[in-house]
């Protein structure tokens, strides 16, 4: 532009001054564009669209809880299959005085066997303890006997007991292992149908929320567990001094196959002693103990040969391999409430009080003054017994 310009101030200025000689000739310049020539825009950049994150993992407890969820909505809708469908597909369950269970189909077929037994059944939590991937769970169920229940007929009449179980959880949130302890004489008890002069617990209430108990692992928890395991410990060394050491003067304690708790020291005592009398070879296993603030759980096996007098039953010497559970209430050291439970059947059965179900029945006994009739033979009948 400036070359423009003064091209053109030249020429007029020029001829103003009179030369007499031409001017010089104007350079021939080149037209310049006001407007800078448009450039072109790079494409633009290419990005994939980022993804979302992927939602956070649930917490153990979350899956812990939906599993839990899952069961009771299964319960209440007696459907079987859903129950069991919150265990592993090689979870094991075990109770006390019957064989185990592993598998989901086992697992269904023995809920279906409880719902088809007892109709409008109902249950409940009252108490729940929880530590890492361990929840125990104190429950009730109550309904009404209207099916088959250990081979006793129906009789129609209310029912209902108090048990609990420990159940372990893998990571996926499913039941990995199951140990369940309930009185299954205590139903038996109120359909009439327990060994004579035995009384039947009163049919529990039914909790309407449960309480909630977290462990802490804290030195109370340790000292608490302590006291637990010299209480047990004085079963083998036959020391009942020892034992109701570890307990408040007002102790109650409330074992699930007797119809009442007992309380005091005294009568601490003198079911220790008739214990170890009956049973002098007496050992108490701890096979499990946690702590939960106040409360202490142990698991354990009880043996002992059948020596002596128990519960007004008269010495056997058959040996017993009991299974229980107690949850014990410590304060300031001392045990101020205990609560066991253990399946009473499994020692009936083993002292030969009452047929084991799970075992098919004896051959019927040959008759007086001859022998058993012969199988009948196929398309035929028996012959019958010579005389």
């Not at 800078?36 to 649930?58: F, G, L, N």
């Not at 059965?349 to 029945?361: E, F, N, S």
Request: aromatic share 6%; proline share 10%; charged share 25%.
């Amino acid at each position: 532009m400036r070359r423009m310009y003064a091209a053109l101030i030249l020429a007029v200025l020029v001829p103003a001054c009179g030369d007499e000689n031409p001017p010089p000739k104007t350079p021939e310049t080149t037209a310049v564009s006001a407007t800078p020539p448009a450039t072109v825009a790079p494409p633009p950049a290419t990005t994939e669209a980022t993804p979302p994150p992927p939602p956070p993992k649930p917490t153990l407890a979350e899956l812990i809880q939906k599993n839990n969820d899952t069961f009771v909505q299964g319960m209440m809708a007696r459907d079987a299959k859903k129950m069991a469908s919150v265990y592993a597909e090689n979870a094991v369950i075990k109770m006390a005085g019957m064989p185990d269970m592993t598998g989901r189909e086992a697992v269904a077929q023995m809920h279906q066997k409880m719902f088809d037994a007892w109709s409008n059944s109902k249950g409940s939590a009252s108490r729940i303890w929880m530590k890492g991937d361990v929840v125990i769970t104190e429950w009730q169920m109550v309904g009404t006997h209207s099916g088959d229940f250990m081979g006793v007929k129906a009789t129609e009449k209310p029912v209902g007991w108090q048990g609990i179980s420990v159940t372990w959880y893998g990571e996926d949130g499913l039941r990995k292992e199951e140990h369940t302890y309930a009185d299954m004489m205590t139903p038996m008890a109120q359909i009439g149908k327990a060994p004579k002069g035995m009384k039947a617990r009163a049919v529990p209430a039914l909790a309407q929320k449960p309480e909630i108990f977290m462990s802490k692992g804290d030195d109370t928890e340790n000292k608490n567990m302590e006291t637990a395991k010299v209480a047990f410990g004085a079963f083998e060394k036959k020391d009942a001094n020892a034992f109701v050491g570890t307990m408040a003067d007002n102790v109650e304690w409330d074992d699930m196959t007797q119809p009442v708790a007992s309380k005091g020291k005294a009568e601490s005592k003198k079911f220790f002693e008739m214990m170890t009398k009956a049973f002098p070879d007496t050992k108490a296993e701890i096979k499990n103990i946690w702590a939960f603030g106040d409360y202490v759980i142990v698991e354990e096996v009880m043996t002992g040969t059948h020596k002596g007098d128990f519960m007004g039953i008269k010495a056997t010497k058959k040996p017993v391999n009991m299974h229980g559970i107690d949850v014990i209430q410590v304060k300031d050291g001392k045990a101020v409430h205990g609560w066991s439970y253990m399946n009473g059947a499994e020692m009936a059965m083993q002292l030969g009080l009452m047929p084991d179900p799970t075992k098919p029945a004896p051959a019927p006994a040959a008759p007086k003054g001859g022998s058993a009739p012969a199988p009948a033979p196929k398309g035929g009948t028996a012959p019958a017994p010579k005389k």
